[in-house]
């Protein structure tokens, strides 16, 4: 299996606790290291150096994983235990599809740090969703068309659509992945890198008399908003809030497993066709 599916939800529940996250992320290392997502180990001291932690750490790990439902052990009947990582995503619900090859160290950091990408890239994906098809519940061609996307649009949003909907702060990420701003802007920076999102910055003017100033200077306003002075320019800026727009999406449904009505779907079409 080159590559790994992880569930979207499941990456939101295990960033809010840190003992789900540290049982999240050993069953996730288990998945990038072997490629049928188990481990054979007859002692304890060998599977704990096969997995580059030491016994005390590796066993807080593993009861961690069993206790939240990531990862489980079985005995064969000849003894040799094995240490089987359960699926992290469910069928037919978004999850975020990675390969082994993505990230090269696995620590607990760099696994959490993929976890916090997994949740941005996803939000990046649904802010993107909800202003296009806001723009074609008011651009749309057609009637039909438009009041499609009204619906669709109604069933996306508890509250009627605001500019503010289009952006993405690093306040609302830091509560997203419960992480520090440093983290966040780590993980913008990585998937501008990669090529994944397109980061557009936003910037309004504001009424400031900045002819004599001579140094870039910047301040925060009483409401926390943050004002951008330029030398060069001589003009004031309000920083917003920025866009992203996504260029390479990861975040897709698994249409593995058994859907009850796809199943019932093709019985009927194949008992009306013998």
């Not at 992880?6 to 540290?22: E, S, T």
């Not at 304890?44 to 030491?54: E, H, L, R, W």
């Not at 508890?158 to 609302?172: A, D, G, H, M």
Request: charged residues 25%; proline residues 1%; contains cysteine.
């Amino acid at each position: 299996m080159h590559q790994i599916r992880i569930g979207i939800k499941q990456a939101k529940i295990a960033l809010g606790d840190k003992n789900r996250l540290v049982g999240f992320c050993f069953a996730l290392k288990i998945k990038f290291l072997f490629r049928a997502s188990d481990l054979h180990f007859r002692s304890t001291n060998q599977a704990a150096k096969v997995m580059g932690y030491n016994k005390k750490d590796f066993k807080q790990y593993l009861d961690l994983s069993v206790k939240f439902g990531y990862c489980r052990i079985e005995t064969n009947k000849f003894g040799v235990k094995r240490i089987i990582a359960n699926r992290l995503y469910d069928s037919f619900q978004y999850s975020y599809k990675t390969r082994r090859c993505e990230i090269t160290k696995l620590t607990l950091p760099q696994l959490r740090s993929l976890l916090c990408d997994v949740v941005v890239s996803n939000k990046i994906n649904v802010i993107e969703d909800v202003s296009n098809t806001h723009c074609r519940a008011v651009n749309g061609n057609t009637i039909k068309s438009v009041r499609s996307a009204k619906k669709t649009e109604a069933r996306m949003l508890e509250r009627p659509f605001n500019e503010k909907y289009t952006s993405y702060s690093y306040t609302s990420m830091m509560k997203d992945t419960c992480s520090t701003r440093y983290q966040v802007g780590k993980t913008i920076k990585k998937l501008v890198k990669s090529g994944a999102v397109k980061k557009i910055v936003q910037c309004t003017e504001v009424g400031i008399d900045a002819c004599a100033c001579t140094n870039n200077w910047h301040y925060y306003d009483a409401f926390g908003n943050l004002i951008i002075i330029s030398a060069k320019y001589r003009k004031g800026q309000l920083r917003c809030a920025n866009k992203y727009k996504v260029l390479k999406s990861q975040v897709s449904k698994s249409k593995s497993g058994t859907n009850p009505k796809i199943i019932e779907r093709k019985m009927k079409w194949v008992k009306n066709r013998t």
